[in-house]
């Protein structure tokens, strides 16, 4: 195998070295650690197809890598004997953007790349996040992942045009050229979204592009006595507010663990929770004012207008993920409530947390526009892991939730999918499983328990 793999990519790009396996094997948050028999790095379409092809007729499994920022255990060969990690990073050529805004993406470019590239164009790519800089367009379809503009511009799938694809068997999909419009059957490239590497290798994907937010914008952290009062400051942003450009919520234990990256405090007294609001047009800075003395639940606020002041107020949102790393390897959630379940579920998930291990700790954050909430836990002892998820995946979907709103169900969550998905469906989705991926060689252990 390995031998045709190097006639397939060229010996520069199977990395068997265990040094420069390394990066691969474990996961961002160094939780999820397993070993491969080489990195693979196919430099075109034809080669991924030309690598799975080796790999099924080998029987060898195959775990597709973008820029490896996933947290849910999914990019990374965990309980995979013998797998190859197929890494998409070569894949990263942009082409022009067209004249309808769209651009067609190899899957290992990253999100940066995209957003420099749309900007040059005039445009702007509605996908953004913290990893910005590694994780790929790939990973992002791959996982529907969300971000800091959801509310704004919707998830990766509302940015999706259509993707190319290589299936196990080595059989390329395409749909990435042609009109925008398309009523002709079956949207596999939908299908593709958020199929986390278990039906098949995205090679490039069409993204939609957005117009760019006016230049003029404005930011407010707001200290708010909890989590009703965050909501009702929401919704009367969302009034007043034509041009809200994101809505996220910051807990007191989360902004506590940022500051100890070296942040001055924001505000003169601590608050059990922050509100980071952005809008964007002319007189954002304004509005923005004024639309805080208006609305309910503000306890205290830092206005932003100019850019680097801006940049300076996302840091108390986006230094949460590093400084929770910087405590301690965390459990990651990524869950999501009906809006009307929110204040309940913040509530309720920290005793629901040490109930059954008093001494962890629970850092609870996210983006209020989606109810979408990061329920990380630091210090549960190992033998207490599996019931603590499982009890907060039970709260969650005792409210109607999502046991995922954004990270995928990776090999993290894969137990449980059946918490939020009816047999039915997974009975389904087992099917397409089977249909695209009959020896099951795409990322096993991945999304569907048992695949
Ligand atoms: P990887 O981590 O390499 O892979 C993720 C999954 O997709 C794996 O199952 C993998 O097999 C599969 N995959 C990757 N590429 C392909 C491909 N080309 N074809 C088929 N399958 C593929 N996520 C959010 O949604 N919102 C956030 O706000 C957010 N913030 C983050 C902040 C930080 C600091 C970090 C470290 C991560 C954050 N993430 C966030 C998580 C992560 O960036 C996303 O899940 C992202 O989509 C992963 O992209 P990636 O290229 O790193 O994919
Ligand atoms: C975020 O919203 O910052 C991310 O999804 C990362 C995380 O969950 O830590
Ligand atoms: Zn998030």
New binding site residues.
């Given amino acids: 195998v390995d031998a045709a793999l190097v006639s397939a990519v060229g010996a520069e790009h199977v990395l068997t070295d265990p040094d420069l396996r390394a990066a691969a094997e474990v996961?961002?948050?160094g939780r999820w650690r397993g070993a491969c028999r080489a990195v693979v790095r196919p430099g075109s379409t034809e080669e991924v197809a030309a690598v799975l092809r080796i790999c099924a007729d080998a029987g060898v499994p195959v775990?597709?890598?973008?820029?490896?920022?996933?947290?849910?255990?999914?990019?990374?060969p965990v309980g995979v004997p013998g797998a190859v990690v197929?890494?998409?990073r070569r894949?990263d050529a942009l082409a022009p953007v067209d004249a309808t805004g769209t651009v067609v993406a190899g899957?290992?470019a990253?999100?940066a790349a995209v957003q420099r590239h749309a900007r040059a164009a005039g445009w702007a790519f509605g996908?953004?996040?913290?990893?910005r800089d590694?994780?790929?367009?790939?990973?992002?379809?791959?996982?529907?992942?969300?971000?800091?503009r959801?509310l704004r511009w919707g998830?990766?799938r509302a940015q999706l045009v259509g993707a190319e694809?290589v299936l196990a068997s080595g059989a390329v999909l395409s749909r990435v050229d042609g009109p925008v419009k398309d009523s002709t059957g079956y949207d596999l490239s939908g299908l593709?979204c958020g199929?986390?590497?278990?039906?098949?290798?995205?090679?490039r994907?069409r993204l939609r592009l957005v117009p760019p937010l006016p230049a003029e914008r404005a930011v407010a952290l707001v200290g708010v006595d909890g989590v009703p009062a965050a909501t009702g400051l929401l919704a009367a942003a969302r009034r007043a507010l034509p041009g809200l450009a994101a809505a996220e919520l910051v807990g007191a234990a989360a902004l506590a663990l940022a500051l100890r990256l070296g942040l001055p405090a924001p505000l003169d007294a601590e608050w059990p929770a922050y509100v980071l609001l952005e809008t964007a047009g002319a007189g954002a800075l304004d509005d923005l004012t004024a639309a805080l003395a208006e609305a309910p639940g503000v306890g205290d606020a830092v206005l932003a207008g100019d850019a680097a002041d801006r940049a300076r107020l996302w840091r108390y949102r986006?230094e949460v993920?590093?400084a929770i790393?910087a405590a301690g390897v965390p459990i990651k959630l990524?869950i999501s409530v009906p809006a009307d379940a929110l204040p309940a579920a913040w509530e309720a998930l920290p005793a629901t947390v040490s109930a059954l291990a008093p001494g962890a700790q629970v850092v609870l954050f996210g983006?209020l526009a989606e109810s979408n909430l990061h329920v990380n836990m630091l210090s549960v002892p190992a033998d207490r892991e599996p019931a603590v998820v499982e009890a907060v995946l039970r709260l969650v979907a005792g409210a109607g939730g999502s046991i995922s709103?954004?990270?995928?169900i990776?090999r993290a969550k894969a137990r449980w999918l059946g918490l939020t998905r009816s047999a039915a469906e997974l009975a389904a989705m087992r099917a397409v499983k089977a249909a695209l991926d009959p020896a099951g060689l795409?990322?096993p252990g991945?999304?569907l328990a048992g695949s």
Avoid: I, K, R
């Fill in positions: 996961d961002w948050t775990v597709p890598q973008g820029g490896n920022t996933g947290l849910v255990g999914g990019s990374v197929l890494s998409t894949l899957a290992g990253t999100l996908l953004d996040w913290a990893a590694s994780a790929t367009v790939g990973g992002a379809v791959a996982t529907n992942a969300g971000g800091l959801v998830p990766a694809a593709l199929s986390e590497g278990t039906l098949g290798v995205l090679t994907v986006e993920t590093p790393s990524d983006h709103a954004e990270h995928g990776g795409l990322n991945v999304l």
